[in-house]
């Protein structure tokens, strides 16, 4: 598989402080994007320390297969699914440490939304509300569910749009890097063709507009770099209340 892809990360319009963090590790076809929460330092903190634990991890096991994990293989999932939900638990673990250990970090932690391409197909694993979107044959579907409590109110009462939108509580996220010493960590295993387009991104992007402005965009531009451009562009012009930041991955013809 042939990939392009592009990234960007913008403060918003009216935070003073970036607490996202990106990462796009072409040479592995791995691709990260966090967003911190805990307070302005700890925050920065947590989603930076996500993506370095991550992306270390795997350029670890990649020089040396034969290196030990810091979690045990699960059973039921493949090698390359093992080595993405490893490196999101042994950052959760880190951040979590941290936090218990410095009382500035108390309370920090951090949403996260990864896409690993393999010659065998793709993984997308998250834990929070950091989402990931695929955009296919002219549609889009957002593969992630949210860790919200909002979406958990969704799923058990389900509430009318009026309701949604006047939920009071929509930034409360269930479940986070850092808020445990464990974390479950949800992966979806996409079956990726030349054509599609990836999206990873934040909810300064996803809270601000909707998919079907993001499906326009990536539809009627052609370069990836100039969409991720105009995505960001548009969620500031519609507030940009929150950092905003997002990947766009492109699969290419071989």
Known sequence: MKLRAAGLSHVGMKRTHNED????????????VADGMGGHSSGEVASRMAVETI???????????????????????????????????????????AASREPKYKGMGTTIVTAFFTQGGAYLGHVGDSRGYR?????????????????????ANKLTPEEIENFP?????????????????????????????????????SGMITDETILE???????????????VDKANEAGGTDNVTLSLIELLED
């Open 217 to 231: 965009v990536v539809s009627s531009t052609k370069d990836v770099k100039t969409a991720c451009k105009i995505m």
């Open 21 to 32: 963090a990106l990462c796009l590790l072409s040479e592995y076809s791995l691709y990260i």
């Open 135 to 155: 955009i296919r044959d002219g549609r889009i579907e957002q593969i992630t569910e949210d860790h919200s409590l909002l979406n958990d109110y969704i799923k």
């Open 169 to 205: 509580h929509k930034n409360v996220i269930v479940r986070a890097l850092g808020m445990k010493e464990l974390v479950q960590v949800d992966v979806n295993r996409l079956d990726p063709r030349p054509g599609d387009y990836y999206l990873l991104c934040s909810d300064g992007l």
């Open 55 to 97: 992306s270390n991890f795997f350029k670890m096991t990649t020089r040396d297969e034969e290196s030990t994990w810091p979690f045990k293989e699960e059973k039921n999932l493949r090698y390359d699914e093992n080595r993405l939900v490893a490196g999101i638990k042994w950052s959760n673990r880190r951040i979590y440490e």
